[in-house]
């Protein structure tokens, strides 16, 4: 029986430090929060990203029994909600789970937070496909370069969703 609800950042800890969540050969817990330019995401909304201020973030968990198989988690930034660490062991993907947690992320921040209208993530290519498949759309094409100069070993889209 598979389930997904809220958890701590400690439970899903586990997840969040294996190489392969953040693309990296080194595990991280979370990547440097530096300030950009804003980022247009095609509807007159424009966001300093790396400015804003982050809620406490949510997460949310897909178990089957015990073993938790994925996660998501949920930042409220003003009006606006960000998606971040959509992640799936290798053993449990292309059963749905990524999809199902993404919708489970989505109606309950359409239910917390009524006054906002959109979300966004940046997603690597191995999760793209997911949120457009829940309704994303693709604002900016896939890139490695950082704005800060960094390149990243994998290439990165900022995705919009509108509720």
């Known amino acids: 029986m598979s389930e997904i609800s809220y958890t701590t950042f400690e439970e899903i800890l586990p997840l969040w430090q294996t190489p392969e969540m953040w693309g990296?050969?080194?595990?991280?817990?979370v990547s440097s929060m530096k300030y950009y330019d804003g980022i247009d995401f095609h509807?007159?909304?424009?966001?300093?990203?790396?400015?804003?201020?982050?809620?406490?973030?949510?997460?949310?968990?897909?178990?089957?029994?015990?073993?938790?198989?994925?996660?998501?988690s949920v930042f409220w930034i003003d009006n606006t909600i960000r998606f971040r660490g959509l992640y799936v062991k290798p053993?449990?993907?292309?059963?749905g789970i990524?999809?199902?947690?993404?919708?489970?992320?989505i109606n309950a921040t359409k239910e917390g937070?009524?006054?906002?209208?959109?979300?966004?993530a940046l997603a690597g290519p191995n999760s793209t496909h997911v949120h457009k498949k829940v309704g994303f759309?693709?604002?900016?094409?896939?890139?490695?370069?950082?704005?800060?100069?960094?390149?990243?070993?994998?290439?990165?889209?900022?995705?919009?969703?509108?509720?």
């Not at 990296?24 to 817990?29: A, C, L, M, Q």
């Not at 201020?53 to 996660?71: E, M, N, Q």
């Not at 937070?113 to 966004?120: A, D, H, K, L």
């Open 24 to 29: 990296d050969e080194e595990p991280r817990r």
């Open 43 to 72: 509807g007159g909304n424009e966001l300093n990203v790396y400015e804003l201020k982050y809620s406490v973030p949510r997460f949310l968990a897909h178990k089957i029994k015990d073993d938790i198989t994925g996660c998501v």
């Open 91 to 95: 053993e449990y993907r292309g059963l």
């Open 98 to 105: 990524s999809e199902h947690l993404l919708r489970a992320a």
């Open 113 to 120: 937070m009524p006054e906002s209208n959109f979300g966004w």
């Open 137 to 163: 759309r693709q604002v900016t094409p896939q890139y490695n370069e950082m704005p800060d100069g960094n390149v990243s070993k994998h290439k990165n889209s900022y995705l919009r969703y509108d509720w």
